[in-house]
């Protein structure tokens, strides 16, 4: 490119188009990140905070239920068949429970599996995840005892071959509910 004098016109100068160039880059960067977002919300917040709020006592209650119920489970995933088998304890035992593995960050890797009692064994259930899960989950297991829901609730990181036992930690911010 040849020199540019001061009398030559302002588009053969290098300047003004380095100037024109970043923001045309800051331009085309903040449409693509507009269309990201609309295109994929997030999921993790919550707009009724004050409804969560109260679903927070709801569930405490469930988790102070199974505590009172004693109750305990070792749970194990097979990663070859993809089957769950939970050996409970405690003073309840209902034909079915519900294992929730929650994601805590994508929600599309939720699982719900329904296990059912074995006949032969009291105390074991059974039942089947479709497909592999690992990492960091909220491990969820619910019961029915009489009309009542109990639940029991903890952070675990699920890797298939290993046992996991759900009951065994103390019971986060239920110290002024048992009284």
């Known amino acids: 490119m040849p020199v540019a004098t001061a009398a030559s016109p ?8 380095i100037i ?11 449409l693509s990140m507009v269309t990201i977002a609309v295109n994929h919300p997030v999921n993790l ?13 709801r569930s405490l209650d469930r988790e102070l239920l199974a505590q009172t119920l004693q109750m305990r489970a070792n749970m194990h995933l097979d990663e070859l ?6 050996f409970l304890t405690g003073n309840s035992g209902p034909t079915t429970l519900e294992l929730n593995l929650i994601s805590p960050t994508q929600p599309e890797k939720d699982r719900k599996v329904v ?3 074995s006949q032969s064994e009291p105390g074991r259930y059974i039942g089947q995840v479709t497909d592999k899960v690992e990492g960091r989950r909220f491990v969820e297991l619910l019961g029915v005892e009489g009309d009542r829901t109990w639940r029991m609730f903890e ?4 890797s298939h ?7 065994d930690e103390p019971l986060q911010g239920a110290e002024d509910l048992k009284n």
């Open 45 to 57: 917040v919550n707009d009724n905070y004050y409804e969560a709020g109260k679903g927070i006592n």
């Open 81 to 86: 068949t993809g089957e769950v088998k939970l």
């Open 20 to 30: 024109i160039a970043i923001l045309a880059c800051s331009v085309t960067l903040t």
């Open 155 to 158: 952070e675990e990181d699920v």
């Open 161 to 167: 071959g290993t046992d996991l036992k759900l009951g």
């Open 115 to 117: 296990l059912t009692r």
């Open 10 to 17: 302002w588009y053969k100068h290098l300047w003004p188009w």
